[in-house]
């Protein structure tokens, strides 16, 4: 079984890595931080004068932005708030997203402006597409 993990770790390794030694320790560090992924609990209520979704997800970048993995969406409570535990990454900026009934949150701040999200995130970066990323370091 280690001889598999070894293997993919190589074929992981060469198969991420441009020329800079940069990304390789990047890389590095995130295969050695999934081996136990600290869980956050995560728990959203819209805000007053949002309506209640029916469907709550959260993607992250280090899912490739994925928003088909089940293990990634909140559950819906009676009191219509959303919980869910979320595996992120220790010492590393988890950016992340939430989408809301099927459709992407554009700004992330905003979106933590009106509604209650926790816990909050740490920042925000623009994503490139005009809206902004929400990032968690978790220690």
């Known amino acids: 079984m280690r001889k598999i993990y070894g293997i993919l770790f190589i074929v992981f390794i060469f198969s991420t890595v ?16 999934a081996l136990s992924l600290p869980k956050v609990m995560f728990y959203f209520m819209p805000g007053k004068d949002q ?4 469907t709550v997800y959260i993607s992250c ?14 559950e819906k ?7 869910g535990v979320i595996e992120l ?5 988890n950016q992340m ?9 554009d700004n ?18 623009n994503d490139g597409f005009g809206g902004k990323t929400a990032y968690y370091i978790v220690k």
């Open 18 to 33: 441009p020329v800079g030694g940069k990304v390789l320790m990047h890389t590095l560090k995130r295969y050695e931080a």
């Open 51 to 54: 309506p209640v979704p029916d």
């Open 61 to 74: 970048d280090y899912i490739q932005w994925d928003n088909s993995n089940p293990k990634y969406n909140l």
């Open 77 to 83: 409570q009676e009191d219509g708030s959303f919980t």
């Open 89 to 93: 990454f220790a010492d590393s900026k």
């Open 97 to 105: 997203k939430v989408i809301i009934n099927g459709m992407w949150v």
């Open 108 to 125: 992330m701040q905003t979106f933590v402006n009106e509604n209650t999200l926790k816990p909050r995130p740490q920042g925000y970066e």
